[in-house]
Structure formats: structure tokens, C-alpha cells
């Protein structure tokens, strides 16, 4: 036995810890409840009540009711009333009638609860209970016969009460007792239950049949826990994880999203896909990247230098002559391939080392550029607002200056095609002071005749001011 709890302890450790753990990194998710919430019960009770004390007991009845709570799978607490009308007769001291209130606050223990098995429910509490409180009785002495009887005014006194029960399941509501107690009375008045105080201290005996309910929202609590098999809840969790679906991580297409959630199982290997497995498509024209001769700037658009939306057909250079006229063309104002939309890159919290997520991001800019001697970049750096101003001005330098140094590194362009810019906390995606990855970021447009590069800022060790922040 020793050995099958142990193993069910250890089980009930493996299955319960990890849930825990995660309820408490996930912060504000709803943490896993072992033991769920659970009924209230009522109970109403009658049956045949005795005295045994110095005059022979006669059977009569008594009646009550209660109210119990489970604590756990096995214990319960119970508050109980009672209300007896006792009778005393025999030939040695005439005959008496007791009358009696009790009221008792009592442990129960479902014994049979520790007894493993598939059964969601109990078909059959056998428990066993013990408690005690007050009570107060009165004796009205009838045929005297010893002068040992005598009536007696109410007292009121302390007594210990405990007995057994068993009680079947009829329903998820319902289910009817049968139970055996004895009351014991303490105090100096213990011996005058019955009227005769002679020996021993007098002890009430009352057997009953109870009819209980549970009171509760059946949706929402299950019924009291001494009718509910403590290994229900991991059973269901059990069974809920055998019957599961197994996980496929297939990726047939090797685009890095698995089949499950890839929208296009056959992407050609190596071409940049979003999230759903698609291939990219930065300027949303309908030509995935890999195929668009310009990625970043719709065909047809406004902005576009080909206004009838046909690829330029000329030589390289004629293409360049003909970017270089659009470059002077926005010094007067008319727009053109500056306006180009080049992809951000982004910054965990406090850090300017660029996410392998963005390599593709850098990797695409550097396909433009090759594509397009001529052009020049003003890569500009970015923080949020959760540290100090000079802070951030360093640290959103260092994130330009990192992307500058993976394009020259990574992808072998020269230096001189790029003017590190940074603006720190100012010019925010998103209104906000707190932490947010949309700020933390650096941008990247077409330089303008008049951009320069900004000076290095004061390198700043310490965040300062603000809350920790980035």
C-alpha cells in the first residue's frame, strides 16, 4: 500500500509541478487548480433516540439537520443541530422523559476515498466522524418509584459526539445515510440525562437516516469532494493528452514554417517567406520578392518612376542616369525614390545586437543596394523612453552602427554607401513610455543630396532617470 501511494505522490508531483511553473511565467495566465471547486452539502436527518444511564432506556426519536464541507478528497467539516425526545423506565426507578438540543461542529473522514480506481464518482461514503459542542436538556420525572429521581431544570453542558455512516450516491444531488452516533455529556450534571444520578455518566445513542443534498452550480462546482475520485482531475488530463493529436513538425518546403501552419508547402529553397509560409512581398504589388526586379516600391504607384507600370528595359546605365534624375528631383520636391519603403530592423530590451529574425530584413536591403549602386542609405537608430535621454542617444547610435557594420561585413558593401544617423527616444512607431519593440528599432531610407552623418555621440554606461529600460 505504502508503495502504490508513493508512486501515485510522485505522479500527482510530475503532472502538477510543471503546470505550476508555467501559470507563474506566464504572469497573467489563470493558474491550474488540482482540486476543483466544489458543492456544499445539506442534510436533514431523523431516527430512534436513548438514554443509557441508571434507568433502562425506551427507543423514541430524535431529528436534525446539518450543513458539511469538504476539505479535501477525505476530510470534511460538518456543523450539526439535533433535537431528541428521550424516555426512561423500569421498575427500580419509575420512569422519566428527557428532552434535548444539540448543536455540534464535528471532523468527518471519508475512509474509503484512499481506495484507488477508474470510477469518476463514489457509488458509497463510508466515513467516520467525531466533533463535539453544547447541549441543553431538561427531565421531567413521571412515576417515582426511588427517591433517587428526581426532575431536573434545563442545563446546559459540553459534550464529545462520534460515530460511523455509510451513504449512497442516488444522484449528483441526492444520496441517502444511514448513521450510528453516541454523545457523550461532560460536566458535573453528566449522570442526569435520565433523572438518576447513581453510576455512570449517562450517554445519548442515536441512530438515523439522512437525506442529503448538494447545494451548488452543478456547471461550475463539482459535487463535494469525499464523492469525487481524487484521481479524476488527472485522469482527464491524462486521457486529454493521449488523445491529442501528435504534433507534426514536418517542413517539406524547408522555409523554416511547418506544414501545419504553411500556407505554401512549395516555396523554392532559400526565398524569404512571412509567418504563414508565403513568400515575401515588402511593397504588396502581388510579385513575391524573389521575383520583383523592385521589391520595395509598388509597380504603378504613384512615386514610381515608370508611371505606365512596365520594368525599365534599357541598360544598367541608363537605369542609373535615369535614378540619379530622380535623386536631384526631390531637392525640388518631386518625390520619387526616396520614398521607397525599406523594412526596419528591431532591438530586444537594452541590446543593440542585431536578431538572427532580421538577418533576411538586412539581407533584402543588401540585394537593393547591389542592385542599385548609386544609392545611398541614412540608417537611423531608435530606442523607447524607458531610460535616460543620453542613454538612449548611445545606444541608438550603436544599434545604427551595428546594422552598418553587418551590411559591410556580411554582405561586402562599402562603407561610404551609408550615413549613420540616431535620434534615441525621439520620433516613437507607438505613444507609449513603456518598453515597447516597435521603438526599439533602426530605420533605413534613400539619402538625400543634403544628408550627412551625425556625429558620434558621448558614450553612456549608466541608463539613469527613467525606470531600467532601453
Known sequence: ?????????????????????????????????????????????????????????????????????????????????????????????????????????????????????????????????????????????????????????????????????????????????????????????????????????????????????NLGNANTKAEPLYWVNPMDIIMQDITELKNRPSFDITDSDADGVIDLLDQDNATPLGVTVDTRGLPLDSDGDGIPNYQDDEPYFPVGGKNNPWQDGQPHQGSEEELMKRLEAESQNIVKGGGGITDWFLPNVHFNIDSYKIRYADYGTLASIAKVMKSNPSLKLVVTGFTDKTASDQYNLDLSFRRAKECIEHLVTVHGLPRSRFLLNYNGEDGPLVPSASSTLMNRRVEFRVAAPDDVEMENPVPVTKKGGKKSGF
Not at 36 to 51: V, Y
Not at 120 to 146: D, K, M, W
Request: proline fraction near 3%; aromatic fraction near 10%; charged fraction near 15%.
Open 1 to 213: 500500500m505504502m508503495k502504490r501511494l508513493a508512486q501515485l505522490t510522485c505522479l500527482n508531483l510530475a503532472l502538477i509541478l510543471p503546470l505550476l511553473t508555467n501559470a507563474q511565467e506566464a504572469g497573467s495566465a489563470v493558474p491550474y487548480r488540482p482540486t476543483p471547486a466544489h458543492m456544499w452539502e445539506f442534510g436533514l436527518h431523523a431516527g430512534s433516540a436513548m438514554s443509557f444511564g441508571d434507568i433502562k432506556p425506551v427507543a423514541n426519536w430524535g431529528t436534525g439537520f446539518h450543513f458539511r464541507k469538504a476539505i479535501d478528497y477525505v476530510f470534511s467539516v460538518r456543523a450539526e443541530g439535533f433535537y431528541g425526545s428521550l424516555l426512561q423506565k423500569d421498575l427500580v426507578n419509575g420512569s422519566s422523559s428527557s428532552d434535548i438540543q444539540t448543536g455540534s461542529l464535528q471532523l468527518v473522514a471519508s475512509i474509503n476515498n484512499l481506495v484507488w480506481n477508474s470510477a469518476r464518482h463514489r457509488r458509497i461514503n463510508l466515513y467516520a466522524f467525531a466533533g463535539g459542542g453544547l447541549n441543553r436538556f431538561e427531565v421531567t420525572a413521571q412515576n417515582v418509584i426511588s427517591p433517587s429521581l428526581k426532575s431536573i431544570a434545563p442545563k446546559v453542558q459540553t459534550h464529545f459526539d462520534g460515530g460511523l455512516g455509510i451513504a449512497f450516491r442516488l444522484s449528483s444531488r441526492f444520496n441517502l445515510g444511514l448513521e450510528s452516533k453516541a454523545l457523550v455529556i461532560f460536566g458535573k450534571d453528566a449522570d442526569l440525562l435520565d433523572g438518576v444520578t447513581r453510576e455512570d455518566d449517562d450517554v445519548l445513542g442515536y441512530g438515523a437516516v439522512r437525506l442529503n443534498f
